[in-house]
């Protein structure tokens, strides 16, 4: 069918255009008949948290989504645009993408007079249907709301003509989305210029009421702290929001793997081929679990899951720098490796007052060795590394190092016992890259269970 350009061809094919609300609810109804992945970027929340949105888009409400940082709430607020048309029809020009069948802007209604079936339409992607807004002290009324145009009233329009506004952001969501983050931070006169715009669809500029009555799906987002405390938000606005949804972060070490292999910026070399092993990734997700439950670390403020994306990153990174160094070409984090994600995780958590003055890395230092623990414990019995551990009673060391290339590890599995029936059942013991890997984890884990000493020298770690 014709794409219409005036409202006189578009009415021959629809007699009216649905509200945002509806348009949703058809578009999510449409996905559940089908069988169609809903929210299928959003991880860990199945259960939990879809439940809740689908049951809130189905019946047109405004939403307000609580959580601590990096839990997928702008995620969620982004992959709702899916639940749009691919275009929308509106007035050609108009600012607030006026409906053609019903419109409420001054200039649109004088021009639907004028021109009757010869109006111009423009056509609006989904994509420029959500408009963000990151809450800040500093927002004015002027941005969400609007100003009288300097412009305009020059031009020779006066102060109390509605045309003679430039329209803010909730204005121009108009038969769209719009989305507010960290909602409690607004002051509070923009609260009360907010909620009475949400529930009456009215608001005044310079002394001058305007009346709009916009068709706005409204998302919200609030650390629950903020939301709850009195002061930071408002009642009445609080009133206006239809329902609350808790959002967290993943209950389960397999959600939290699958956000970090979404999410990270893969490294693409040539000549070069990157692979991290099961364990590392559980390992880093480990770590941030670690942290979400340690009493030394601010639980107000949370954990995100970017501490584990960009651990992740960042031990791939050091993986890298030694295999350009040893020009090897396959590119294998370590356990060695994990060091080199502390700095992308003390700047992501806050410490409680009284860690302030401990060594933030020995604090993390000590959750990675939690981290190593447990995976290990996942993957092998003690029992069934018994020839191993016997081997280093008998005298075996073995030294181990970051800057030490993976060809340098393969003679382990002549002179140690059972450790190449060990790194096979994690990785490929014939990579001698996977190969290393193994054996570092394989010796930190029985350290860890007190079955090996380790002594540090310089960069090197000596197992015996």
Same mark, same amino acid.
């Given at each position: ?15 009216q ?6 348009e949703?609810?058809?578009? =999510? &109804?449409? /996905? @559940?008949? $089908? ?7 959003? #991880? +860990?929340?199945d !259960?939990?948290?879809?439940p ?12 307000i ?33 006026d ?28 994509e420029?249907? =959500? &408009?963000? /807004? @990151?809450? $800040? ?7 969400? #709301? +609007?100003?009288? !145009? ?24 108009h ?13 509070e ?41 009195r002061?930071? &938000? ?24 699958r ?5 990270v ?26 942290a ?17 994306i ?20 396959f590119?294998?984090?370590? &356990? ?7 700095p ?82 994690l990785v ?17 884990g ?16 000596v197992?015996?």
């Open positions: 069918m014709q794409k219409p350009t005036t409202f006189g061809e578009l009415k021959q094919q629809v007699n255009l649905p509200d945002v609300r509806t949703m609810r058809q578009n =999510l &109804i449409h /996905k @559940l008949k $089908t069988n169609e992945s809903i929210f299928p970027k959003v #991880i +860990g929340y !259960d939990t948290v879809l809740e949105l689908i049951n809130a888009i189905l019946c047109g409400h405004n939403i989504l609580l959580g601590e940082r990096g839990q997928g709430k702008s995620r969620i607020i982004r992959s709702m645009i899916d639940f749009l048309d691919k275009e929308m029809p509106a007035v050609a020009g108009c600012p607030i993408h409906s053609p069948f019903n419109p409420i802007c001054s200039e649109c209604k004088q021009n639907l007079i004028d021109l009757g079936d010869q109006l111009p339409l423009d056509y609006i992607p989904r420029k249907r =959500l &408009i963000e /807004k @990151l809450a $800040t002290s500093d927002v004015s009324t002027a941005d969400l #709301i +609007g100003e009288v !145009d300097p412009i305009k009233v020059a031009q020779g329009r006066t102060l109390d003509n509605e045309s003679s506004i430039h329209f803010g952001l909730v204005p121009r969501a038969r769209s989305l719009f989305a507010i983050n960290e909602l409690p931070d607004l002051a006169k923009i609260q009360v210029a907010f909620f009475n715009i949400m529930e009456e669809n009215d608001f005044q500029i310079k002394g001058f009421p305007v009346r709009l009555p916009l068709d706005t799906f409204i998302v919200a987002t609030a650390n629950p702290e903020d939301y709850t405390s002061g930071r &938000i408002i009642t009445p606005l609080k009133d206006r929001f239809d329902v609350q949804i808790r959002t967290h972060y993943p209950l389960e070490r397999k959600y939290e793997i956000i970090m292999e979404q999410e910026r893969t490294l693409s070399l040539d000549g070069l081929s990157t692979c991290v092993p099961d364990f590392i990734k559980e390992i880093i997700a480990e770590i941030t679990f670690q979400r439950r340690s009493q030394e670390i601010n639980q107000h403020s949370g954990v995100s899951c970017r501490v584990s960009r651990s992740y990153e960042a031990i791939v990174g050091s993986a890298l720098r030694r295999s350009l160094e040893f020009s090897e070409t590119v294998v984090p370590r &356990i060695t490796d994990i060091e080199a994600t502390f992308a995780i003390t700047g992501k958590m806050e410490m409680e007052y009284e860690a302030v003055d401990e060594n933030q890395a020995d604090i993390i230092a000590n959750l990675t060795k939690q981290a190593v623990k447990l995976v290990f414990d996942t993957h092998f019995k003690l029992e069934e590394l018994a020839s191993i551990t016997d081997a280093f009673e008998n005298g075996v060391t073995a030294e181990i190092s970051r800057n030490q290339p993976s060809k340098d590890y393969l003679p382990a599995f002549n002179v140690i016992p059972g450790m190449e029936d060990a790194a096979g059942a490929d013991p014939a990579n001698p890259a996977e190969a290393a890997a193994a054996i570092e984890f394989i010796l930190e029985l350290h860890l269970s007190n079955k090996l000493n380790r002594e540090v020298i310089e960069d090197r770690l197992y015996k």
